[in-house]
C-alpha cells in the first residue's frame, strides 16, 4: 500500500479496502438507480466502524486519528460516492461540530448514537442566501427564558431527509454579525422543524439533501453548543477537518479513475494497436499520476498535522482545492480515454464524472479555498 503509513494505518487501509470491494463496489449501480442507501448498508458501514473513524474511543469513536480517517475515505472513494457523503455529513460534520463545542453532557448523549450510526446527522450552516458567505446567514435565535426560539431555513442539508439529529447555526445577536451565531442540536421529532422533499441533483444520487424549515422552533438553551456566539468558529473549524475528507475522498476518486484508465488503455485497439502506445493517452495518464500523488501527500500532511494538535487551515483549504480540482480534470480524461462508453450509463465512468463536478463546490468552492489561503498569507505576512 503505501509505506510512509504506520502499520495500523496499513492494515486499516487494507482492511476497509477489502470491505469496500467486496461489500459495497457491487451495490453502485443500484443505489445510483433507485437514489437511495439501504439501511442495511449503512448498519454494515457502520458495523465495520467507519462512522466511529477519527473520533476518541472515549465518546464512542474508533480512534486512528485524522490521518487515519482520511486513509479509510480514500478507500471509500472506490465506490459510488453516495456511501462516504452519509458518513461525512453525519459523524464528519455533524458530529464533529458536538466534539468540537461540547458541552460533555452533549457529546455523552449523541456522539455515542451518531459514531455507531444509531442516529443519523445533519450539519445546518448553508442558506438560500448565505452559501459561501456563511456568516451572512438569516436564521434567527431568540432567546426566551430556558430555550431558544429559532426560525429561518437551511438549503442543501446532507443527510436532511434521513436525519435524526441535526446541527443548527442561527444568529442570536444580529448586530454582532458573525460573532453573534450559536449552534445548536434539533432532534428530527422538535416541534416547528420541516424537512422539505429530497433534493433533485447532477450527481451524488443515494446521498440524500433537502430544505430544511425552522417555525417558531423551541430548542433548550442546554442544547447550545458551547458558548453563545461561538458557532461560527465551531463552523469552520468543524470545515477544516469536513475538507480534510473531502480531499482525501477526492484523491481516492481520482485513483480509482486513473486505475480504470490504465486497464482500458492497455486492452482498447485502434489502428491496430493498443491506445496505451499513443503518446497523447501516456501523457493523460502520467499527469494523472503525478498530481494524485502529490494530493495524497498533501492530504495527509495536513491530517498528520491536525493530529499533532496544529490548526490546519490553510492545510486544509491547499489540500481541498488541489484535490478537487485534480479530480475534475481526472474524471474528465477518464471519460475521454474511455470514448463513447465512457458517456453511456452503463459504465460508471459517467457517474463518477457527474459526481466529481459537486466537490468545487460543497464545504467551500474553490475560490473560496483560494480566499481562506490568500488571507493565512496576507495576515502572516
Not at 467507519?50 to 464512542?60: D, I, Q, R
Request: hydrophobic share 45%.
Amino acid at each position: 500500500m503505501n509505506p510512509v503509513l504506520p502499520d495500523e494505518l496499513v492494515m486499516l487501509q487494507r482492511s476497509v479496502r477489502d470491505f469496500v470491494e467486496q461489500r459495497l463496489v457491487p451495490l453502485g449501480k443500484q443505489i445510483e438507480e433507485q437514489d437511495e442507501i439501504p439501511r442495511s448498508v449503512i448498519d454494515a458501514m457502520a458495523e465495520m466502524g467507519l462512522f466511529g473513524l477519527g473520533f476518541a474511543e472515549e465518546v464512542g469513536g474508533q480512534g486512528f486519528g485524522k490521518l487515519g480517517y482520511c486513509v479509510a475515505v480514500e478507500q471509500l472513494a472506490r465506490t459510488n460516492a453516495a456511501l462516504w457523503n452519509v458518513i461525512g455529513g453525519s459523524a464528519g460534520l455533524c458530529g464533529t461540530a458536538i466534539d468540537l463545542g461540547g458541552p460533555d453532557d452533549l457529546r455523552r448523549r449523541y456522539l455515542p448514537d451518531l459514531l455507531s450510526a444509531r442516529k443519523i446527522g445533519a450539519y445546518g450552516l448553508s442558506e438560500p442566501g448565505a452559501g459561501s458567505d456563511a456568516g451572512s446567514l438569516k436564521t434567527a435565535a431568540r432567546r426566551d427564558g430556558d430555550a431558544y426560539v429559532i426560525d429561518g431555513a437551511k438549503t442543501f442539508i446532507t443527510n436532511a431527509p434521513i436525519a435524526d439529529v441535526f446541527v443548527v447555526f442561527a444568529n442570536a445577536d444580529r448586530e454582532k454579525g458573525s460573532k453573534g451565531i450559536s449552534a445548536f442540536v434539533v432532534e428530527r421529532a422538535t416541534g416547528g422543524l420541516e424537512v422539505g422533499p429530497n433534493d433533485e441533483k447532477m450527481g451524488l444520487h443515494g446521498s440524500t439533501t433537502a430544505q430544511v424549515f425552522f417555525h417558531e422552533m423551541r430548542v433548550p438553551a442546554t442544547r447550545r453548543i458551547g458558548d453563545e456566539g461561538e458557532g461560527f468558529a465551531i463552523a469552520l473549524r468543524t470545515l477544516d477537518y469536513g475538507r480534510m475528507g473531502l480531499a482525501a475522498h477526492a484523491v481516492g476518486a481520482a485513483q480509482r479513475l486513473l486505475e480504470a484508465c490504465v486497464d482500458h488503455a492497455k486492452t482498447r485497439t485502434q489502428f491496430g494497436r493498443p491506445i496505451s502506445a499513443n503518446q497523447a493517452i501516456q501523457w493523460m495518464l502520467a499527469d494523472a499520476a503525478t498530481e494524485i500523488h502529490a494530493a495524497r501527500l498533501m492530504v495527509y500532511d495536513a491530517a498528520s498535522r491536525a493530529d499533532r494538535g496544529e490548526r490546519v487551515t490553510d492545510r486544509a483549504a491547499m489540500a481541498k482545492l488541489f484535490a478537487t480540482e485534480l479530480l475534475g480534470r481526472v474524471a474528465d480524461a477518464a471519460v475521454q480515454i474511455h470514448g463513447g462508453m465512457g458517456y453511456m450509463k452503463e459504465l460508471w465512468i459517467e457517474r463518477a464524472y457527474r459526481d466529481a463536478r459537486i466537490y468545487r463546490i460543497y464545504e467551500g468552492t474553490s475560490e473560496i479555498q483560494r480566499l481562506v489561503i490568500s488571507t493565512g498569507l496576507l495576515a502572516n505576512s
